[in-house]
């Protein structure tokens, strides 16, 4: 089955203490982005990547870094969690950049 | 940079009604692409369809129609004999791709049975 997962689904961490939230696709796809969705604000991009070794910084990425060493794995590191990135963050990817995203599960991230 | 309006908070219906959820965007690109995505109570984000800026006809899938005017910027989704299932948020979103894709702040639609 076509999917992007992520892991994990939901997380309560303190400010501070470095996390890692994996995704992974298994449909050979080139573009994989990062998003978090916050109420009233939609969704706003953290990172994107077109391909392995490519990475760039979509409009929100203060905070957040992430890797693209294989094409089907996309991990979003945070390197010191405040409070401001408590939200619900998706995972997505897709074949080419023109083209509808397949999104993951979301993982629900509490930063105290 | 692009930005995409959708005006509509939240809309409530009674099932079987029609319902249009509005879509305005701002860009100065002038190839773009346009989407639609749902996100049902379980959370996550379904693609719903993606439009062209060179495609200006309008799409119909089942009970779903999409309606694109360039003259207005806006790319409407109108859903047919709305049912239950189709309580969701919907997004709308802009961009000349993955790499700068805008999307609004969504619509709650909830259909009442």
């Known amino acids: 089955e076509a999917q992007v997962t992520q892991n994990p689904r939901y997380l309560i961490t303190v400010t501070g203490k470095k996390l890692t939230v994996t995704c992974s696709q298994n449909m050979n796809h080139e573009y994989m982005s990062w998003y978090r969705q916050d109420p009233g604000l939609g969704l706003r991009q953290i990172y994107y990547s077109m391909n392995v070794e490519v990475t760039d910084k979509g409009d929100v990425p203060e905070g957040y870094k992430v890797s693209r060493k294989e094409k089907r794995n996309f991990p979003l590191i945070l390197e010191s969690p405040s409070p401001n990135q408590t939200s619900l963050y998706f995972c997505?990817?897709?074949?080419?950049?023109?083209?509808?995203?397949?999104f993951g599960p979301g993982t629900r991230l509490t930063v105290t | 940079a692009q930005k995409v309006t959708q005006a509509q908070t939240e809309i409530s219906v009674v099932e079987k009604e029609d319902v249009t959820l509005d879509c305005v965007y701002e860009?100065?690109?002038?190839?773009?692409?346009l989407f639609w995505y749902k996100q049902p109570p379980s959370g996550e984000l379904v693609f719903l369809i993606r439009r062209n800026s060179f495609d200006e006809q309008n799409e119909i899938s089942g009970r779903y129609s999409w309606n694109f005017q360039k003259s207005t910027s806006s790319f409407n989704f109108t859903i047919t004999a709305s049912q239950v299932v189709d309580s969701a948020v919907y997004f709308c979103a802009s961009g000349t791709g993955a790499n700068n894709l805008f999307f609004g702040t969504g619509t709650r639609l909830t259909v009442i049975p």
């Open positions: 860009t100065r690109d002038t190839t773009y692409y």
């Open positions: 997505a990817s897709s074949l080419e950049g023109s083209l509808g995203q397949y």
